[in-house]
C-alpha cells in the first residue's frame, strides 16, 4: 500500500496522496500530523491549525476527491507566512497531478 502513495516535500509542508479505490469521487479525506520534532505541543498544534485553514480555503475548490491526503507539518509550518503555506499547498497539488482542471 505504502508503493501507491505519493508524496512531495516543499519547505512548509509535505503532502502524502494516495487514490481510493472505494472512493465517492467527489469526496477527499484529510488527515493532519506533526511529530514531535516540529516542536513542542504549542507549536504542533499552531502548525496543525494553520493547516486545516489551509484546507478549508483551497482543497474544496482545487483538489481532486476520491483520493486521501495527509498534510505533514514541519518545522517552517508554525512561522511561514500564510501566503507561503498557500503556495506550498498549491504547488505540491500541482507537482502531484491533482488539481482539478479550471471548468469552462
Do not use: H, W
Not at 483551497?58 to 508554525?78: F, H, K, N, S
Not at 506550498?88 to 497531478?97: E, M, V
Amino acid at each position: 500500500m505504502a508503493g501507491a502513495r505519493r508524496k512531495f516535500t516543499t519547505p512548509g509542508l509535505m503532502l502524502q496522496a494516495m487514490a481510493r479505490a472505494d472512493a465517492d469521487a467527489a469526496e477527499a479525506r484529510v488527515g493532519f500530523t506533526a511529530s514531535r520534532k516540529v516542536g513542542n505541543s504549542v507549536v504542533r498544534n499552531r502548525s496543525k491549525r494553520r493547516l486545516r485553514a489551509l484546507v478549508d480555503e483551497i482543497m474544496p475548490a482545487q483538489a481532486l476527491g476520491g483520493t486521501d491526503y495527509v498534510l505533514v507539518c514541519r518545522q517552517e509550518t508554525a512561522v511561514r507566512p500564510f501566503d507561503d503555506l498557500r503556495r506550498d499547498l498549491t504547488t505540491a497539488l500541482g507537482r502531484l497531478k491533482l488539481l482539478r482542471s479550471p471548468q469552462p
